[in-house]
């Protein structure tokens, strides 16, 4: 079943996307319409009450030059002039009883207005009204205006032209706005559709890859946008998986051999013993060799425990004032004997007196596997340094440098792996977990180990560590 017809169109995002476009797009046009439409209207209202003025002005004029019958007469030709249907003309008393008026067979419906009188009276000059005529849906603008003291001229005209203009106006923008928002929902729902469409590329490869295949990649696009950098970013986590089910396998391959081997041996002895040793000497020998190597197996299982729980922090560190000059110097003391018996010179460099918080323990295993790799991997006639600095007063820097067979570039990363042994070195002793928790203790203090290397010359561990570590600093992995 396709992704697109697991989530149902209502529910896809592509279509909440368009449908968010379209309403915003369609809410905006009307505010714009309606606030375009408020100004034209108010505009040709303006030029109506401006035109109404207008005649009120010019009958006011004709009434002071000619008389009152000029204007009546003035009024009923004006009225032809411009249209019976068009404008009006009515003269009042101040009682609003009409005394002359144009031709009023077309707006017999209009009355007079006692309101508008009465403002009249209590001394506006003029009083503007818009009425609409109920039969003919028709809208006609009304100025009541004191032409003199006694007289009242109503005058009306009719809007329908104006009127006529916003209905063709609202009609096209309905139109318009009807194949515009059809366009818009079309080009919105194109566009969300180009945006998820990476979306759904992430989530096909990542139900591949629950399907079993962690090989699949999502394809990156050169756009740079969002999508693209979830994309990137989803296949390197894909690549640090992979990266990590590797070592996963590499290291329980490892371990699978380095238990296998003892078991073998273990029984290996027990079997010849049992079909040919008769002596107790030989029962007791098995026995001795047995315990040897269930040592050597428990030793392996316990330093992988220690390594988790560093790694973790399942364990707390204790916090003690550790003497690191007279522990580097009582290292040195005890690999003394070894490094004799193998002819190799260990010298120690201590000239500061450093004190550190942690965990003595801890940081005496962390010294003995680095001393231990030091003397093993230097032939006879070569030299292991250890030496002890300060740096920036708020780290001490330990240093143990041989003169060794060195690791080979290729192994020089790997090496802190749990484990991971370099092929030059498979003829010594050793389960390949000694560096892994020299630097999960190193870590689990707030410092770090790394090592510089050149082959057949010799290796340099160096760790560094802060002179007092936060009692809640994270277990780094
Ligand atoms: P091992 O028990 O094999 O010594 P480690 O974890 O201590 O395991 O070291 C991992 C590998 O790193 C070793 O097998 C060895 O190949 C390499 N190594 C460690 N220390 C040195 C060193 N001082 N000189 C050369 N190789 C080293």
Same mark, same amino acid.
């Given at each position: ?58 009958? =006011?004029?004709? /009434? @002071? #030059? ?14 032809? %002039? !411009? &249209? ?78 104006? =009127?006529?203009? /916003? @209905? #063709? ?14 366009? %818009? !929902? &079309? ?99 098995? %026995? !001795? ?189």
């Amino acid at each position: 079943m396709s992704l697109r017809k697991r989530i149902s169109l209502r529910n896809s995002l592509a279509f909440r996307l368009t449908l968010w476009y379209a309403g915003i797009f369609t809410l905006s046009s009307c505010i714009a319409f309606f606030l375009f439409y408020m100004l034209i209207s108010s505009w040709m209202r303006d030029q109506t009450d401006q035109e109404l003025s207008g005649q009120v002005n010019r009958f =006011s004029a004709l /009434l @002071d #030059a000619e008389g009152v019958e000029a204007v009546k007469n003035g009024a009923v030709i004006e009225a032809q %002039a !411009a &249209g019976v249907k068009k404008v009006f003309f009515r003269l009042l008393s101040l009682n609003g009883q009409a005394f002359s008026s144009s031709n009023m067979s077309y707006w017999k419906d209009i009355n007079v207005s006692g309101a508008a009188i009465k403002k009249l009276l209590r001394g506006r000059n003029s009083v503007y009204e818009t009425i609409t005529i109920p039969d003919r849906k028709e809208e006609v603008r009304i100025l009541y205006a004191l032409l003199s003291p006694s007289i009242i001229l109503q005058v009306g005209q009719a809007m329908e032209s104006y =009127s006529r203009f /916003l @209905d #063709a106006f609202k009609g096209i923008f309905i139109a318009t706005m009807t194949l515009l928002i059809i366009i %818009a !929902a &079309g080009v919105g729902w194109f566009m969300a559709r180009r945006a998820v469409s990476g979306v759904e590329a992430v989530t096909r490869t990542a139900q591949k890859i629950s399907g079993g295949t962690l090989k699949e990649r999502v394809p990156v696009k050169t756009q740079g946008d969002e999508i693209d950098q979830l994309a990137t970013t989803f296949n390197q986590m894909l690549d640090r998986i992979q990266t990590l089910l590797i070592e996963i396998k590499e290291m329980s391959d490892n371990m699978a051999h380095d238990l296998r081997s003892p078991i073998t041996r273990i029984r290996g002895t027990a079997e010849v013993t049992l079909t040919t040793g008769k002596s107790l000497s030989e029962y007791e020998g098995m %026995a !001795a060799s047995t315990i040897e190597e269930c040592d050597r197996l428990l030793d392996m299982i316990n330093t992988m425990l220690m390594i988790s729980k560093t790694e973790s922090g399942v364990d707390k560190l204790s916090r003690e004032e550790i003497d690191l000059t007279g522990l580097v110097r009582d290292a040195c003391v005890l690999f003394q004997p070894p490094a004799e018996d193998k002819g190799v010179t260990l010298s120690c460099d201590v000239p500061v007196r450093s004190h550190l918080i942690g965990d003595t323990r801890m940081i005496q295993r962390m010294l003995s596997n680095l001393l231990d790799n030091a003397i093993k991997y230097t032939p006879s006639g070569g030299t292991v340094s250890v030496s002890l600095s300060e740096n920036d007063e708020k780290d001490v820097v330990i240093t143990v440098k041989d003169t060794g067979i060195g690791i080979s570039p290729s192994d020089l990363p790997r090496i802190f792996e749990r484990f991971y042994r370099c092929d030059q070195s498979r003829s010594q002793a050793g389960i390949g977990l000694g560096l892994s928790l020299a630097r999960a203790i190193a870590r689990a203090h707030g410092g770090e180990i790394t090592a510089t290397s050149t082959p057949n010359q010799g290796s340099t561990f160096t760790a560094t560590l802060p002179k007092s570590f936060p009692s809640d600093a994270e277990p780094s992995a």
